[in-house]
Every structure is written in structure tokens, then in C-alpha cells.
């Protein structure tokens, strides 16, 4: 499995960004597919998942980011996007996808994209 994400950048606080992480082959309903995050010196720190088909999705997100992201999955385009609203400076980190094989639990990460929330 291959991860690739995008859509990091710098912005401002109250900013929104969207996030997209592309899954190759492609994400099976019964794989776990998250966002973590990371800030420079501290541990990485789980921020969001989904799971489940169309009809029965799952998610599930940190206190901390609860109202303003929201994840979702285009079961088309084989991607997990972040939508992330009213953006914080405390949000800053480098932004990890990670997808959990529900068939064998093998986990993969991608390389992350970085965002910086800054006046």
C-alpha cells in the first residue's frame, strides 16, 4: 500500500485547509484509515479516523479537533480528505496518513505534509 498526501500549507489562524491523502491499490471498507499529526519536539498524536462502507460509516475524531475537522472518504477516487476549519496555531504540526489493513492489520504510513498555522 502506498499513501501519498497533500494539501499542507501555511495559514492563517481561523484559516481552513484541506487535506488529502491518496491510497494505492485502494482502501478496503473493512481498513481503518487516520490522520495523525505530529508537532515539532512531541509525540504523534492521533487526530482523526474513518472506517466502514458508504452505508455505514465510522468516525471518529480527538476532543481537541471535534466540530472544526471532519474526515471523509471518496470511495471513487481511493482518497481520505481532512477538512479542517477555524484553524488554530496550536494545529501546527506535520500531518501523517495511516491506513490499517482490516484483512491482516499490516499498517502503512504516508510522508506527511506539513501545516503551519501563523499571523
Known amino acids: 500500500v502506498q499513501l501519498v498526501e497533500s494539501g499542507g500549507d501555511l495559514v492563517q489562524p481561523g484559516g481552513s485547509l484541506n487535506l488529502s491523502c491518496a491510497a494505492s491499490?485502494?482502501?478496503?471498507?473493512?481498513?481503518?484509515v487516520g490522520w495523525y499529526r505530529q508537532p515539532a519536539g512531541k509525540e504523534r498524536e492521533l487526530v482523526a479516523t474513518?472506517?466502514?462502507?458508504?452505508?455505514?460509516?465510522?468516525?471518529k475524531y480527538t476532543d481537541s479537533v471535534k466540530d472544526r475537522f471532519t474526515i471523509s472518504r471518496d470511495h471513487v477516487k481511493e482518497t481520505v480528505t481532512l477538512q479542517m476549519n477555524e484553524l488554530k496555531p496550536e494545529d501546527s504540526a506535520m500531518y501523517y496518513c495511516?491506513?490499517?489493513?482490516?484483512?491482516?492489520?499490516?499498517?502503512?504510513w504516508g510522508q506527511g505534509t506539513q501545516v503551519t498555522v501563523s499571523s
Open positions: 495511516n491506513l490499517i489493513s482490516g484483512l491482516s492489520a499490516n499498517s502503512w
Open positions: 491499490p485502494g482502501i478496503l471498507n473493512s481498513d481503518i
Open positions: 474513518i472506517t466502514g462502507p458508504r452505508s455505514r460509516t465510522t468516525r
